[in-house]
């Protein structure tokens, strides 16, 4: 069983940038993915990369956004810039399509000023 532990997420004002990180303790899956979960809202898919590097986005953060993998390191990035108020949320990484159980704690992203 894959473990993800994500991490990197803060405060951030309007406008500035974050990158985060998630690390798996073995080998990730073909397809991985950043999902969040903003308060009161389902878990949506942001951005998505397979295992040869290929990536799409919702079209709420596309061009923002940018997510990324080292399969040596087994962890999987998401490089965020032009941070809004909206982006504020829980982000976790999973598999695409998620796994129920590998669901790891999430990292707060709070964009605020």
């Known amino acids: 069983q894959v473990q993800l532990v994500e991490s990197g997420g803060g405060l951030v004002q309007p406008g500035g940038s974050l990158r985060l990180s998630c690390a798996a303790s073995?080998?990730?899956?073909?397809?991985m993915g950043w999902y969040r979960q903003a308060p009161g809202k389902s878990r949506e898919l942001v951005a998505g990369?397979?295992?040869?590097?290929?990536?799409n986005y919702a079209d709420s953060v596309k061009g923002r956004f940018t997510i990324s993998r080292d399969n040596a390191k087994n962890t999987v990035y998401l490089q965020m810039n032009s941070l809004k108020f909206e982006d504020t949320s829980v982000y976790f990484c999973?598999?695409?399509?998620?796994?129920?159980?590998?669901w790891g704690q999430g990292t707060q992203v709070t964009v605020s000023s």
């Open positions: 990369i397979t295992r040869g590097g290929s990536t």
């Open positions: 999973n598999r695409v399509p998620a796994s129920r159980s590998s």
């Open positions: 073995g080998r990730i899956f073909s397809t």
